[in-house]
């Protein structure tokens, strides 16, 4: 389970976060407050750069809330079958809105309110807070697929919606009281092995269940006698794991190769180790534009749906029960032309009665 270990294990690295006196020691402080600094030492060493990354980060921001607020409503108003998936899948849209809204937060505090640490207290619990349940919640989402489409007898029992919405309050609650509690532990130690021990237990395990999870489905397919439903629903489990995946590499390995890196060598150059820092930082914030991408594959009428909902321009119909009950009959002389006409509650029903329940 992922924990706040990446805000301890960076403390011994962060550039600049601590400073040797005189007689060699170290000064003790929070390390929330050296977290809260990091902007301001990013713009004294390189204004230019730290630009870039906040208009990036301003793009995460604007992409990350239209894309998983969509998804937000499709997920809880549009999808009637709440099954183990969707509750996860939920939750990572939570997760992945918390991170984008605490980019204006970040963005106030350096221009209006430089050194308020109170400002800053909701940018940068929400970062951890949001890496640390999204490895969670992708591993999670994984998992239930892999056990849906493999093992669909075996795994009944604990795919039950009252174990998910357990799992979900597990990983909330401890998730945010480690962070909280890591965020005041004072720095200036250098704890070696807990780094690569918590690195290994929060990044390179679930990386590894992933990983296996990938490769027992894809030896799934090369079974002879699938019937054509049966495949397409390993292969969109394929595409999920393998979404997972890429984003896994993209967004969370830099950050821990960095943490790694810090901890092996707590003598490396500071200002190399800053800009790694903040280059980490945004690949792993950019995991709330590449979550949306995971949705495609979680419910078979996903994307169905959306482009349902965009075709509509706002337009307030809503298909009453005795639409679908006309639509249904009237299918037996038309087809798909009827079922298209009824509007974004068929594809609702897709997500309902699809092949992922």
């Given at each position: ?48 750069l730290w630009l870039a990354l906040m208009a ?302």
């Amino acid at each position: 389970m992922p924990s706040a270990s990446p805000v301890g294990s960076w403390a011994p690295a962060a550039p600049n976060a601590t400073v040797a006196e005189a007689n060699g020691s170290v000064p003790e402080k929070p390390l929330f407050h050296v977290f809260a600094r990091l902007d301001e030492e990013l713009h004294a060493a390189f204004p230019g750069l730290w630009l870039a990354l906040m208009a990036v980060h301003g793009l995460i921001f604007l992409a990350g809330l239209v894309l998983n607020g969509l998804a937000l409503y499709v997920f809880c108003c549009r999808t009637q079958a709440k099954t183990p998936s969707v509750i996860y899948t939920i939750n990572l849209v939570v997760t992945d809105l918390l991170v984008g809204l605490s980019l204006p937060t970040r963005f106030a505090v350096f221009y209006g309110t430089r050194g308020c640490l109170r400002c800053a207290f909701p940018h940068v619990v929400g970062y951890f807070l949001n890496m640390h349940c999204s490895i969670l919640f992708l591993t999670c989402i994984c998992v239930d697929r892999y056990l849906a489409i493999v093992q669909p007898d075996g795994s009944r029992r604990c795919r039950q919606l009252a174990c998910a919405r357990a799992v979900c309050a597990c990983v909330w609650l401890a998730a945010g009281a480690v962070t909280l509690s890591v965020l005041g532990v004072t720095a200036g130690g250098r704890p070696c092995c807990r780094v690569l021990a918590l690195t290994v237990l929060e990044f390179l395990l679930p990386l590894l269940v992933i990983s296996v999870f990938t490769g027992r489905i894809v030896c799934a397919l090369s079974r002879p006698g699938l019937l054509r439903q049966g495949r397409q629903r390993r292969v969109r489990a394929m595409q999920l794991l393998l979404t997972v995946l890429v984003i896994f590499l993209v967004c969370f390995t830099p950050f821990h190769a960095r943490q790694v890196a810090v901890a092996l060598w707590p003598d490396g150059p500071p200002r190399a180790s800053l800009v790694a820092y903040h280059v980490a930082v945004t690949l792993s914030s950019l995991n709330s534009c590449l979550d949306p991408i995971v949705y495609c594959f979680v419910t078979s009428g996903f994307q169905a749906t959306v482009r349902g909902l965009c075709r509509r321009h706002g337009a307030g119909y809503e298909p009453n029960s005795g639409n679908m009950v006309s639509a249904h009959k009237s299918s037996r002389g038309s087809g798909h032309h009827h079922i298209l006409s009824a509007g974004p509650s068929i594809f609702t029903q897709d997500l309902t009665n699809g092949p992922d329940a």
